[in-house]
């Protein structure tokens, strides 16, 4: 489209306290027969985050996640969701998961209960109390 065009309408999911974030998701798009969407935020807070971030600074991308403990804040939540057979091949011999239809890239970052910023690709995690997440469909 033109610059400046708008993508399209924004939709909302609410993940409730104890559901799986990327299941949630999935399972939205799915029921919307989507086949790209941009995740544009999200309002709400997290718990058994697991964040997924490059352990080496060379390429090809090496990735390893790491839990952090206690529930937490959503200060962003951005990323794509997509047919499988549509994901950059480059990424797939890192996200493996051959089992959803779709790839499901999240990246989020968190305030925890030290006051800490943690963040990264979303590995795990499940709404604490709930998470509105905004969404529009590229397709």
Known sequence: ?????????????????GED???????????QGWESVYITGAVGSVIG???????RDQLPLVTASQPAEGAAEVLSLTGEVMK????DP??????????CPLFVHIHISC??????????GLA?????????IFMTPLG
């Open 111 to 120: 305030a925890h209960r030290d006051g800490s910023v943690r963040g990264g």
């Open 84 to 87: 499988r057979e549509k994901m």
């Open 21 to 31: 974030i990327k299941a949630v998701v999935t399972d939205y798009v799915l029921g």
């Open 124 to 132: 795990a995690g499940n709404a604490f109390r709930s998470l509105r």
């Open 49 to 55: 985050m697991s964040y997924t971030t490059p352990v």
């Open 1 to 17: 489209g033109k610059a400046g065009e708008l993508m399209g309408q924004i939709y909302e999911v609410t993940v409730k306290a």
């Open 90 to 99: 480059a990424l797939q011999s890192v996200y493996k998961d051959t089992e």
